[in-house]
């Protein structure tokens, strides 16, 4: 079983809370940049084993090629793969392989997915306070991030506590 989801990242940096002195006013560069590409990530709240692929929008035909890439890499198990229910997860003209089965969650319910989770730590970890120069550079910033993440970790941010009852 696998969550998926997928998440934006831009060069224009998240800005968020750090510490300074008392009366000092913190300023941080900014680039008006709006350059983003996509991460569709899949994590396994049992294993730890994480999927995941850059791509540089959302739809159907980007949606098919993630799905493409992951089967085959799976090739000898059925993959259930857990998502929210954006058009492009239930659009006909996707081609779903043989191995994989899609179960949606229930709509507006985003903590339903732990790969949620993932999202949040990888930005807050990555992009805050942080100008990155160029889209590539950022990109490189989060597949070193993501692909340095221990199964454990992925395990601790994708845990939902509802699968273990």
């Known amino acids: ?5 997928e998440s934006r990242f831009g060069i224009k ?4 809370r750090c510490w300074a002195r008392k009366g000092v006013r913190i300023s941080a560069p900014v680039n008006p940049s709006y350059k983003n590409f996509y991460v569709y990530s899949s994590g396994s709240p049992i294993t730890g084993e994480p999927f995941h692929l850059f791509l540089p929008y959302v739809n159907t035909e980007r949606m098919n090629i993630y799905i493409q890439e992951m089967s085959p890499a799976y090739s000898d198990y059925e993959i259930m793969l857990v998502m929210d229910q954006a058009g492009w997860h ?3 003209t996707l081609q779903v392989p043989k ?3 899609f179960h949606l969650l229930p709509p507006y319910s985003p903590e339903l997915n732990p790969v949620e989770k993932l999202w949040q730590w990888l ?3 990555i992009c805050r306070n942080r100008l990155f120069s160029s889209e590539d550079e950022l990109m490189n910033a989060v597949a070193q991030e993501l692909s340095g993440l221990e199964p454990h970790k992925l395990k601790n941010l994708c845990h939902c506590s509802y699968l273990f009852h």
């Open 99 to 101: 191995n994989i089965r």
């Open 123 to 125: 930005k807050r970890h």
């Open 13 to 16: 940096p998240t800005l968020g």
């Open 1 to 5: 079983m696998f969550f998926f989801d």
């Open 90 to 92: 239930k659009s006909k």
